[in-house]
């Protein structure tokens, strides 16, 4: 069955780095676009970005020249590169297809905090 597995999370200073990562399996990794979303708390989840097939990403004004996606369709895996975290960064973070599955996986959590 389709498993989408985010890991990486965790607590991290403004202006700090994390790296995030989806593991996914139960499906054709390779052949859909991917998105990164995240919800904060008391919030609505959000769109992040998006990666092509090929690797070319399309951000959130919000992330956009903060966060880098990146996909290694061998190890159906995909990654959220985020660098200069800001407070208003911390979220639950999930992945998934484009379109989405109904199914959603656990997440992981970025606290950005001093």
């Known amino acids: 069955q389709v498993q989408l597995v985010e890991s990486g999370g965790g607590l991290v200073q403004p202006g700090g780095s994390l790296r995030l990562s989806c593991a996914a399996s139960?499906?054709?990794?390779?052949?859909?676009?991917m998105n990164w979303y995240r919800q904060a708390p008391g919030k609505e989840r959000e769109l992040v970005a998006t990666i092509s097939v090929g690797g070319r990403g399309n951000y959130a004004d919000a992330v956009k020249g903060r966060f880098t996606a990146s996909r290694d369709n061998a190890k159906n895996t995909l990654y959220l590169q985020m660098n200069s975290l800001k407070p208003e960064d911390t979220a639950v973070y999930f992945c998934?297809?484009?379109?989405?599955?109904?199914?959603w996986g656990k997440g992981t959590l970025v606290t950005v905090s001093s």
């Open positions: 998934n297809k484009v379109p989405p599955f109904r199914y």
């Open positions: 139960g499906f054709t990794f390779s052949l859909y676009e």
